[in-house]
C-alpha cells in the first residue's frame, strides 16, 4: 500500500517529494513520476490520516519544515491474502481481458491456472477470450498486466519461469527457458524516468538551437534589408 499512500499524499498535501518517498519507503523519482503521471498505472489514493497511521498536524509540521521526517503514528495493518481469485480494484477490471489477451500470445507455454492467479480471473473467461468468443472480443487489445497494473513484473517473471520448467521436451530438442528479468519494478520505473528525461533534455537542445538558427537568420535578412535600403537611398 505504500504507492497508494504516496499518490494521496501528493494530490491532498504540500509535503515535499523526498518527505513522501522517506515516510512510505519509496524512491523519490517514483514519487516524482507519480506527480508527473508517468507512473506505469494510476494508483488510488489511500488516505493515511483516516487509517491512523498520520495526523493533521504531523503533516502540517511537515508542510511547515521541508526538512521535516514524518512519524508514523501507528504501524499500517497488514492485509493477509486469502484463497481464491486475486482482488483487482474496480477501475482495473475492466482491463483484465486485455492483460489475458497479452499472457495468451506472448508466454502461450503459462496454464490457465497459473493465468488465473496472476490476473484474478476464471477459466472461462480465459477460454472465451483465447477462441475469440468473448462478448466484447472486438476490443479486447493485447497489453502487458504489468502495465495495467494487474500485476508486478516479479509475479509475471515467475510465472514464465515456472511455466518454462515444465515445458515437454522431445528426444534431440533443447528447450530455452525465457529470459527473466531480473530488475524490480523500482529499477525499471528509474531507469524509464532517466531515459524520458533525457529524451526531454535532448530534445530541448535541439530547439534552442533551431531558435537560435532562425533568430540568426531573421537578423541577417534585417542587415542586408537595411544595406539594401541605404544602398537605394
Known sequence: MPHATASWLVDNTSLSFSQIAEFCGLHILEVQAMADDLASSKYTGRDPV???ELTH???ERGQADSDYSLKMQKAPVDVS???GPRYTPVSKRQDKPDGIAWIIRSHPEISDAQ???LIGTTRNTINAIRDRSHWNIANIQPKDPVTLGLCSQRELDA?????AKNIPVTEGEEVEAPVVDQRDDKEKLIEE???ERAEAAKAASEAAQEAEAEAWLEAKRAAEADESAS???
Request: no cysteine.
Open 81 to 83: 491474502r486469502t484463497k
Open 50 to 52: 483516516h487509517s491512523g
Open 159 to 163: 510465472a514464465v519461469a515456472k511455466a
Open 231 to 233: 544602398s537605394q537611398g
Open 193 to 195: 524516468l532517466r531515459r
Open 115 to 117: 493465468i488465473g492467479k
Open 57 to 59: 498536524e504531523e503533516i
